[in-house]
T-cell receptor
Framework: GAVVSQHPSRVICKSGTSVKIECRSL??????MFWYRQFPKKSLMLMAT?????????EQGVEKDKFLINHASLTLSTLTVTSAHPEDSSFYIC????????????FGDGTRLSIL | AQSVTQLGSHVSVSEGALVLLRCNYS??????LFWYVQYPNQGLQLLLK??????LVKGINGFEAEFKKSETSFHLTKPSAHMSDAAEYFC????????????FGPGTSLSVIP
């Protein structure tokens, strides 16, 4: 089945550092990938839609300069949290939609980001 | 506005009892509908989906859901709850916009009492 790999699964870092999270589709190509954020005991909120070869589309209220998204190939999208602060601590989940056909998004296992 | 609602943030059932988790959507065009399960500190696992065709959809682990357009609902059921079913369940709708956004409901935490 379609597999989405997300790395790292957990990261702890100091305030002010930048953190990069990778989302890879392992056995399919994905023109479109999505980045979600999940607060404790809350639902998933779509942050941005990542389109291969073009700029990401951010949802209202999401800071583009804080959350940098790059979708350089059909199998890889990255989310970089720049100058992270404690309020950025959260569970970040990516998903990828197989190119072509009528298939749902496939989700990664998520990244637990903790900023000290 | 497009939205997904789940009645009941927390549901408790006895082991072996019927599981019913409710989901309603708001959209002018019927969306694709999904149920996902999330175990603690893990990602999402797709239980089942409805796109077109048969309105009663069967998924993994004995779950099924029925799409009712007249009620704008997509409730999730399982005839007999198992302890391993305890988890967070999210209903989601893929809206037919240019970006095919998926909107998630707030989630329902299912507890199974032995």
């Amino acid at each position: 089945g379609a597999v989405v790999s997300q790395h790292p699964s957990r990261v702890i870092c100091k305030s002010g550092t930048s953190v990069k999270i990778e989302c890879r589709s392992l056995d399919f190509q994905a023109t479109t990938m999505f980045w979600y954020r999940q607060f404790p005991k809350k639902s998933l909120m779509l942050m941005a839609t990542s389109n291969e070869g073009s700029k990401a589309t951010y949802e209202q209220g999401v800071e583009k300069d804080k959350f940098l998204i790059n979708h350089a190939s059909l199998t890889l999208s990255t989310l970089t949290v720049t100058s992270a602060h404690p309020e950025d601590s959260s569970f970040y989940i990516c998903s990828a939609r197989p190119t072509g056909g009528d298939q749902p998004q496939h989700f990664g296992d998520g990244t637990r980001l903790s900023i000290l | 506005a497009q939205s997904v609602t789940q009645l009941g943030s927390h549901v408790s059932v006895s082991e072996g009892a019927l599981v019913l988790l409710r989901c309603n959507y708001s959209s002018s065009v019927p969306p694709y509908l999904f149920w996902y399960v999330q175990y603690p500190n893990q990602g999402l696992q797709l239980l089942l989906k409805y796109t077109t065709g048969a309105t009663l959809v069967k998924g993994i682990n004995g779950f099924e859901a029925e799409f009712k357009k007249s009620e704008t609902s997509f409730h999730l059921t399982k005839p007999s709850a198992h302890m391993s079913d305890a988890a967070e369940y999210f209903c989601a709708a893929e809206m037919k916009t240019s970006y095919d956004k998926v909107i998630f409901g707030p989630g329902t935490s299912l507890s199974v009492i032995p």
